[in-house]
């Protein structure tokens, strides 16, 4: 898969898109490995992923012609990437270490096709973890009065770094909308509930109050508004009265890592649009 590569595309809907894509491909003799498109009668936007390959060894430039002449006649949105290319993403984490965890070692074992240059967190805790993994760890207290301070500092090491995606591994801060953005669609959060109930703190605790049969975790794009960014996954389990609250955030937990964990594999595999309020999700 060496030389594989993804194309993305979004575009108003109209007939013939798939045509002409796959016209172009065929012309220079380049293999469709696998093709998916979606096209949202709501909003008349038509989505399409394409795994393709093997290109030469010299990239797809040969490409951007065709494609640039076919996005000003669709007035489309278009990326072409190479599958073995592994985007830079920054992680942001508090207290809480099971989501970091989690990310750092399906890294580190091939499972999650990233590149993790730096760590950041507003608590020290999790130094050693990140220098175990010989990644940058920046520790960055925040309060009311310094949270501009310490957004402008995040932001430099964005740019620093060339970071494409920033994860919040339950990092407990609320993001300023001036952050939101400058980095507006490059920000995924985990929520530790199945949104949108039991927002706020302490969501277990809640679904404990409640007598809840199910819990779950949300995997979102980050927006100024708080929680309610477009959705990319969200996973359950079943539970019953005989848990404690203690078991509710331990079997939340692995919940939260799984979903974190298949937002960022699915969003570096360039399987997730953007549509309005929501995504579209190529799994």
Known sequence: MANDHYLNLSCPDKPGIIHAVTGIFARHNLNILDLQQFSDRSSEKFFMRVHFGPAPETGTDFLTPDFQTLAQDLNMDYELRAVASKPK???MVSKIGHCLNDLLFRQKTGQLAIDIPVIV?????FASLAQSYGIAFHHLPVTKDTKQEQ???ILQLIQQHGIELVVLARYMQVLSPGLCS???GKIINIHHSFLPSFKGAKPYHQAYDRGVKIIGATAHFVTADLDEG????QRVARVDHNLTPKELVDEGSNVESQVLAAAVKWWSEKRVFINGAKTVVFN
């Open 230 to 233: 477009p959705i990319i996954e």
């Open 121 to 125: 967190s507003n608590h020290p805790e």
């Open 89 to 91: 993403v920054l992680i």
């Open 151 to 153: 957004e402008a500092q």
């Open 182 to 184: 400058a980095m507006s």
